[in-house]
């Protein structure tokens, strides 16, 4: 693996709308390229333009705290050397007032291109030195990552969960670690991940797991998948999201499928045949509906059989999402969840509407259809409907 240092001109992507997945309204990437080396990782698509031999170069930026600092503060000028929380807790002082769009919900450390905690971070520090910074400016975190160094950082996590909150998720495709070995080279073993998932949480620090990609007659099997989340509720997941792979047209789907036809040649034409390569669903590397309607359905009756939600529970950030994005959230949640089950929904066409609403929360929100359930989940933090369907995933009494 070579590592290359460049120099950022900006860290932090602010996001159109809170994102429900990960619950972040931001986020950021500190390597381009990743040498986890994944088989089937969509960071290869032309769109990302990350160059050099990927898995093998990686860059890093190097100013990436410097940066960052600058960003998060660049609205403060604090004209004394008074302590700022740019997520001011409930009852919490805000003098400046400070409680900009930013101010809600996680920034996302992870995903895109490059894991934050692949090899390369045991030699830069990078990912410390960006937890470092948000514990001293009280910024909530969320971490998504394929490697088991994040417990390197364990006490930085557990003093920012406490300050302003935290999350960590473990991505993994499937439990089994001969699977792992075989598409994910260069990170840590699913095995791996769920124990450090467990030590995590015996620390207190919130996480789950994201069981995605499963990939097409390799671990989206009804056994596979209900092995998986059966081991990630013993590490202790407090959610388990779940998603297929993406195959996007180009360097992205010639990798893959060339890799699968020397390994398991008689799957490559199989799994070709799921994805499309002209239209919509090419655009996004979407498998064909069919597919994934089958899939979901198959996790849906094993997260009901261990009780595990299928979307971070606001409990994890009831204390971080205020005010619209909480709506936003929370109808996202009740959309998706009503998708898994095969049943109508208007509640993610819903959460857009108001998402792209101007100014800050008003009557226009109430004028829909979730009108009631808007209207409940600012005067109460929650409503009827989404209690109803989260509860449809807890143990049976």
């Known amino acids: 693996m070579t590592i290359h240092e460049i120099q950022a001109k900006s860290i932090l992507?602010?996001?159109?709308?809170?994102?429900?997945?990960?619950?972040?309204?931001?986020?950021?990437?500190?390597?381009?390229?990743?040498?986890?080396?994944?088989?089937?990782?969509?960071?290869?698509?032309?769109?990302?333009?990350?160059?050099?031999?990927?898995?093998?170069?990686?860059?890093?930026?190097?100013?990436?705290?410097?940066?960052?600092?600058?960003?998060?503060?660049?609205?403060?000028?604090?004209?004394?050397?008074?302590?700022?929380?740019?997520?001011?807790?409930?009852?919490?002082?805000?003098p400046l007032g400070i409680r900009a769009d930013l101010a809600s919900g996680f920034v996302m450390l992870g995903g895109g291109v490059g894991d934050s905690y692949q090899p390369a971070e045991a030699e830069t520090l990078a990912a410390r030195g960006v937890l470092e910074l948000f514990e001293e400016l009280c910024v909530p975190v969320h971490i998504l990552t394929k490697s088991a160094l994040v417990l390197r950082d364990a006490d930085l996590l557990e003093r920012i969960s406490q300050r302003a909150g935290a999350l960590v998720s473990f991505s993994i495709g499937s439990s089994d670690d001969s699977i792992g070995r075989e598409l994910e080279p260069g990170a840590s073993r699913p095995t791996e991940r769920l124990s450090a998932l467990s030590e995590l949480r015996r620390r207190g620090i919130p996480g789950g797991v994201f069981?995605?990609?499963?990939?097409?007659?390799?671990?989206?099997?009804?056994?596979?998948?209900?092995?998986?989340?059966?081991?990630?509720?013993?590490?202790?997941?407090?959610?388990?999201?779940?998603?297929?792979?993406?195959?996007?047209?180009?360097?992205?789907?010639?990798?893959?499928?060339?890799?699968?036809?020397?390994?398991?040649?008689?799957?490559?034409?199989?799994?070709?045949?799921?994805?499309?390569?002209?239209?919509?669903?090419?655009?996004?590397?979407?498998?064909?509906?069919?597919?994934?309607?089958?899939?979901?359905?198959?996790?849906?009756?094993?997260?009901?059989?261990?009780?595990?939600?299928?979307?971070?529970?606001?409990?994890?950030?009831?204390?971080?999402?205020?005010?619209r994005d909480l709506v936003v959230v929370l109808l996202e949640q009740i959309h998706v969840i009503l998708e898994m089950q095969s049943r109508p929904s208007f509640y993610g066409r819903e959460a857009w509407r108001i998402a792209k609403l101007p100014g800050a929360c008003g009557p226009e929100m109430f004028e829909g259809p979730a009108g009631p359930q808007a209207r409940e989940i600012l005067a109460t933090g929650s409503c009827d409907v989404y209690e109803g369907l989260m509860a449809s995933f807890s143990p049976r009494r």
């Open 211 to 323: 069981l995605l990609p499963v990939i097409p007659f390799v671990s989206d099997s009804p056994e596979m998948i209900d092995q998986s989340v059966a081991e990630a509720v013993r590490a202790g997941a407090q959610y388990i999201v779940f998603g297929g792979m993406t195959l996007k047209p180009g360097r992205q789907r010639e990798h893959f499928l060339n890799v699968m036809g020397r390994n398991r040649p008689l799957l490559a034409e199989r799994i070709a045949a799921l994805y499309p390569t002209n239209g919509r669903q090419a655009q996004w590397g979407q498998a064909t509906q069919g597919y994934d309607e089958r899939i979901t359905r198959i996790f849906n009756e094993s997260a009901r059989r261990y009780s595990v939600p299928p979307r971070i529970p606001r409990g994890l950030f009831n204390a971080t999402v205020k005010g």
């Open 13 to 94: 992507r602010r996001f159109k709308k809170i994102d429900s997945w990960f619950i972040a309204k931001a986020g950021l990437n500190l390597y381009r390229g990743c040498a986890h080396d994944c088989e089937y990782c969509d960071g290869r698509a032309e769109k990302y333009q990350v160059h050099g031999e990927f898995g093998r170069e990686v860059a890093v930026k190097s100013n990436a705290v410097e940066i960052l600092r600058r960003e998060l503060q660049r609205e403060l000028q604090p004209k004394s050397n008074q302590q700022l929380d740019l997520w001011p807790r409930e009852g919490t002082p805000d």
